[in-house]
Structures are given as structure tokens and as C-alpha cells.
């Protein structure tokens, strides 16, 4: 064994070292504990920037982080106190654990402010910089912000609402190599109703994540079928690089998603808020944050320079078909099905211009088959070159000969939150109603900005007095209204669907009317045709709950059909007409035939005019509402 040190005694020795680990500091704690003197002395736990970086909020019982990771507090409680978290955080800065990244490169947001504000003596520090951060600056090289905004797509419930991204650029003149900030959820659900409710009550975790912006435009625009707008904003780059500090501490970390509140939306407003603490956005938003409101805040905030828009696939396809007539639709079809040979349009009687776009849009369609994996790349590469090589012979640009119009923006819409007042007249019955309507947009409201096709509301009442009886009832509730008009067309087959689910009042046997508890579902087609407007036929279920049936009970279904139109830019008009009969439980029909119309006064006002005949347990009556909506 000679002079070498037993490995046993060596193990003892050691053992408490290795318990209990000991962090070797390179200054003084006489030095950090001025730092923390200096700190509490100034009240920086309490600064706008610090609760900004920790995303501190107020609430009954104090102050409290959204973030949910206990990964990103140094303190033991740092989630609910300010205070503690920035002493920690000072002290963890002059240790050094060997164990991964230093704290004042891990929380690089956090030193960059701390050190301004002490003015702290880097040489003290076990490491004065950076190096890893840097090198990730110097590859993005970022000159500017845009926030994106994906509109709605009703058939992924994760979108009904629309989606908004960050978007980091650089010198380079394309913006699709760009790099996008994105919060989410993650979540592999596909079941709209299950995803609402587990979204709402915060069962998903958020992540914030970068990705190439090619990579977003093709999953929302091409894949998704959605438009998207990009707002250049007028941050500077070194509100940027602040922005990219904080996302740097954020890499990782994770907080519990709501559906309404801390969204994909408002995460990102506190990137925003990093980059320019005086715009304090996430302050704006306190009850629910819809995607659109955060575009509108930004908007009136002066961030916006400039607003481009970016036409999805199916937008494009949809434009470029309707410069053709039937006939040129049917060849384009054929080509991109490689039911016909593209050298066909060439030699064909049709006109120069008519070939170049009958063409274009095959052109347009086999990619958009492709990307949705409607074919394989084999036969994408033999139809796309064979199509695109008659093109080429044509020669001509074919640039004006479909612009796309560019749609009104989508901030430039009414106001998500809706109040109506108004009366009316229930089978012979005066009333007094008051609706309100937290979210979103329904078929009657005006279109412009949204999506012509879509209803969500959500948490939507109807409060009504009636004066002769002094009788004050809640008329109707609606947990949540759904409806999706997608129109099929020749080259895009969507199917429309709705549900809602919540009470209202029926007439049932007695000849009165009760509040009903129900749950409606529908499935069928829409379709649209210039001058005549988007109409639809569904077959739908209808379930009704209520004390006051015998069976408690009743369950029917039957057909519905409607037509939504526009006389002009701001009168809309909804017909619609059901009819349910119900086997199961109470035995009954319910018809109903309704006229309503919007007549719009200015972006956030308009007029209702609501009539309808109404029959359910053999008692008909009719209804005449007038109302006067105002959103905010």
C-alpha cells in the first residue's frame, strides 16, 4: 500500500463535502450584502421592470408570478415574493456551483438591469459576461420586431381565435428567414370540446419556442388554410436585444395555459413590456385576452409602422378561380388530378390570358395537394414539372392579371366584448332586454375583419323584464355558441358543423314558458354564390333537460337551412328556418322560422331587428326584437 491514502479514510474525509456541497464564491459576502443593501435602500423589488422580468401580477393576497416553473426562482418563494427572489438572485450571481450555466448567464435579463441599476463591480463576478448569449445574438443578428397575427381557422380548436407570433428579423431582405417567438400549449388533443374545457381551466402547460418563419407560414398558411398579417413594430434593436434577454431566461420554462387569460397572446405582450417597460400591454388585460385585442392594443399603442398582409394557399386558389369561368376551373382540376396533360391548354381554342391562369391555378393546386399529403412526391414532381413547363411556354407575367384585394384588416373589426339593449314583444308580451356578450362574433354581427363564415360566443346572456306581470327573467345563456360555415367549392370540401351548449327558455306542454337546459350539435354543407351569399343546410340534435318535461328529458333531430347575405356594405340580413322532432323522452316538434337583420351605424355600433314564429308542444307565438349594440 506504500504511501497512498486508504480510498476508505479518503471516503470519510470527503463524505460531508459531498452532502452537503459548498458553492465557492469569488467576492466577499460583505460585498453582496451590500449589494443587497443598496437594492432593498432603492426599492428595486418593487420597479415596474423587475416585476415585468419575474411576470408579477397583483392580486388579493399579495403579488404573484404567472410563471409556474419553480425552475425559474431562486428563492424558495420567490413565485409570491419580489423581495426575496432579487436577494436571491443577487446572491446567486457571485456563486459559482460548476453546475451548469451561471446565473448571471442563465437570468442574463435579470444581471443586465441589476447591474446598471448597482452599478456592480464585475470583476467580482465568478464570470463578467455572456459568451453563449452573445454567440446566439451574433447568428439572429436582429434589427426589428413584427407581431403576426394568423387569422381564425374554425376547424382546429386550438385557432378558433386566431393565433399571434413574434417575429425577430434580421438583414436579410426575405422575411421568411426570419425567426418566430411563439407561446402555446402542448397538447396533442384534437376533441374541440375537451380541448376548451381543459384550456380554460388551465390543464396545459405553456411553453415559449423559436422556430424559422418558412416553417410557421407553411403550417398556418399553406397547411392551415389560414391568412396572416404581419405589423411591423418600431422597437429599436436594443429594445430587441432586452426582448431576446428575457426569452433567454423564459427558454425551457413553462406556466399553466388558460384559454381566456394567459394565452398565446398575452405571453407574449410580456416580451413586448421587457423590450419597452413603458407600454406596460399586459396591464390592458385583466378579465380575458382574445387574440385580435392584443393587435388592437399594439395599435393604439403607436408600435405599428407597418401592416402586410399574406394570403393563405387556399385564399389564393380561391381568387385565382374565380378570373376563370366553370370550364377553366374543370381543366385547371384535371391537370393537378393528372387527369389531363397540361400541354392540352396550349394547343387549345382558349384565349392567351384564360390559359395562362387556367394554368396558374393547376400550378397553385398541386402544391397545395401536395403540402396537405394528397399526393405523394413522386407524382408531385412529375405532374408540378410537366405543369410548370407549359407554363413557361406561354411566357407572359401573369401578375396583374389576379391581384389579390387585400380584405379589411382584422383590428379594424368591432369590438370582441358586445351590450344590447332594446325591447320587444313576445307573443303579444312587452319586455325590456339587456344582452351581453363577453367574446366574440356571431353570424348577425358585421363582418368586416372576421371571418364571414364563424360564430364563437361565449358566456353571451339575455336578461329581460316584462312590465305587464313585473316579471324579470334570464331569458338565455350560452356557455358556449359555435358555429362553422366553411363553403365547399370545386377545389376545397370542408364540412360545416356547430355546437352550443347552455340554457334558454321554451314553451313546453302547459303552454308556458321554462328555462330548458340544453345541448345542440349540427353537421352539414355551406356554399356561396355572388349577389346571393353564404348559404347552408345542417342536420342537427338537440337535447333539452328540464324539471318540468315528464321524462325530465326530451331528444330530437331534424333539418335546418339558412341564408346569410348583404344588401349592401351595411345592411346584413340571416334567414333561417328548423325543424326538430323529438322521439326520445318528451314527444314533441319544435319549428322555427326567423328573419334578422344588422343594419351597422360605425364600426362599434349598429342596430338589430330580430323577427320570428316560433312553435313547440302545439303552442306558436311570434317574436319582434329591437335592439341596440354597442362593442367595446
Not at 397575427?149 to 425577430?168: D, Q, R, V
Not at 337535447?543 to 337551412?561: C, M
Request: proline share 4%; net charge neutral.
Amino acid at each position: 500500500m506504500g504511501g497512498l491514502v486508504s480510498p476508505v479514510f479518503l471516503f470519510i474525509i470527503l463524505f460531508p463535502f459531498l452532502l452537503f456541497p459548498q458553492h465557492v464564491s469569488s467576492a466577499d459576502d460583505s460585498y453582496v450584502n451590500s449589494l443587497i443593501s443598496l437594492a432593498e435602500e432603492k426599492g428595486l423589488f418593487k420597479e415596474k421592470y423587475w416585476k415585468i422580468l419575474l411576470h408579477y401580477k397583483d392580486t388579493l393576497f399579495g403579488q404573484k408570478s404567472l410563471i409556474d416553473d419553480p425552475a425559474f426562482f431562486l428563492a424558495k418563494n420567490g413565485k409570491n415574493d419580489p423581495k426575496a427572489e432579487l436577494e436571491a438572485t443577487l446572491r446567486a450571481f457571485f456563486r459559482n456551483s460548476g453546475k451548469g450555466d451561471p446565473a448571471v448567464c442563465r437570468f442574463i435579463a435579470r444581471f443586465t438591469w441589476l447591474k446598471k441599476q448597482l452599478n456592480i463591480d464585475v470583476s467580482e463576478l465568478p464570470l463578467g459576461r455572456c459568451s453563449a448569449f452573445d454567440n446566439v445574438i451574433g447568428r439572429i443578428k436582429p434589427t426589428s420586431v413584427a407581431l403576426i397575427f394568423p387569422a381564425e381557422y374554425m376547424n382546429n380548436p386550438a385557432s378558433m381565435f386566431g393565433h399571434t407570433l413574434i417575429n425577430i428579423e434580421s438583414g436579410v431582405k426575405s422575411k421568411l428567414l426570419a425567426h418566430t417567438i411563439n407561446y402555446s400549449a402542448f397538447t396533442g388533443e384534437t376533441f374541440g370540446p375537451l380541448f376548451a374545457f381543459k384550456g380554460v381551466f388551465g390543464f396545459y402547460r405553456g411553453y415559449y419556442s423559436m422556430l424559422p418563419y418558412y416553417e410557421k407560414v407553411r403550417e398556418y398558411s399553406d397547411i392551415s388554410q389560414r391568412d396572416m398579417w404581419e405589423y411591423e413594430l418600431n422597437l429599436t434593436e436594443e429594445e430587441v436585444r432586452k426582448m431576446l434577454m428575457h426569452l433567454w431566461e423564459l427558454q425551457n420554462i413553462y406556466s399553466q395555459y388558460y384559454f381566456f387569460t394567459e394565452n398565446c397572446s398575452f405571453n407574449l405582450l410580456f416580451l413586448l413590456d421587457a423590450a419597452r417597460p413603458s407600454l406596460d400591454l399586459t396591464k390592458s388585460f385583466r378579465l380575458s385576452v382574445i387574440p385580435i385585442d392584443t393587435v388592437k392594443e399594439i395599435q393604439e399603442k403607436g408600435l405599428v409602422v407597418n401592416v402586410d398582409y399574406r394570403p393563405s394557399k387556399s385564399t389564393k386558389i380561391r381568387y385565382i378561380a374565380s378570373q376563370l369561368n366553370d370550364i377553366g376551373q374543370k381543366l385547371a382540376l384535371l391537370i393537378a388530378e393528372e387527369e389531363m396533360h397540361p400541354v392540352e391548354i396550349i394547343d387549345s381554342h382558349m384565349g392567351l390570358e384564360e390559359k395562362i391562369i387556367t394554368l396558374d391555378l393547376a400550378i397553385e393546386y398541386i402544391q397545395y395537394r401536395y403540402v396537405k399529403k394528397e399526393i405523394d412526391r413522386e407524382r408531385y414532381t412529375s405532374v408540378f414539372l410537366k405543369t410548370l413547363k407549359a407554363r413557361s411556354k406561354l411566357r407572359a407575367s401573369s401578375e396583374k392579371l389576379y391581384e389579390l384585394p387585400v380584405p379589411d384588416q382584422p383590428e379594424k373589426g368591432h369590438g370582441s366584448n358586445r351590450l344590447g339593449l332594446g325591447f320587444g314583444f313576445q307573443d303579444g308580451d312587452l319586455f325590456e332586454e339587456v344582452r351581453y356578450r363577453p367574446a366574440y362574433h356571431s353570424l348577425l354581427d358585421d363582418d368586416r375583419g372576421y371571418d364571414p363564415g364563424a360564430q364563437i360566443q361565449f358566456g353571451n346572456f339575455n336578461l329581460r323584464y316584462y312590465s305587464e306581470d313585473d316579471r324579470l327573467v334570464l331569458e338565455r345563456f350560452d356557455i358556449i355558441d359555435i358555429i362553422s360555415l366553411a363553403h365547399r367549392d370545386r377545389f376545397f370540401k370542408p364540412y360545416s358543423w356547430k355546437f352550443s351548449t347552455g340554457f334558454n327558455r321554451k314553451y313546453l306542454y302547459d303552454g308556458r314558458d321554462h328555462p330548458v337546459a340544453r345541448v345542440n350539435t349540427g353537421g352539414g354543407f355551406s356554399y356561396y354564390k355572388d349577389r346571393v351569399g353564404l348559404y347552408y343546410c345542417m342536420v342537427e340534435t338537440d337535447l333539452n333537460v328540464s324539471s318540468r318535461l315528464d321524462d325530465s328529458f326530451a331528444l330530437g333531430i331534424g333539418p335546418s337551412i339558412g341564408l346569410k347575405g348583404k344588401v349592401n356594405k351595411t345592411w346584413l340580413i340571416h334567414v333561417g328556418a328548423s325543424s326538430i322532432y323529438y322521439p326520445l323522452g318528451d314527444t314533441h316538434w319544435d319549428l322555427k322560422v326567423s328573419l334578422d337583420q344588422n343594419f351597422t351605424i360605425n364600426r362599434n355600433n349598429s342596430v338589430v331587428l330580430e323577427c320570428s314564429w316560433n312553435k313547440s308542444f302545439d303552442h306558436d307565438y311570434g317574436e319582434f326584437v329591437l335592439m341596440w349594440n354597442l362593442y367595446f
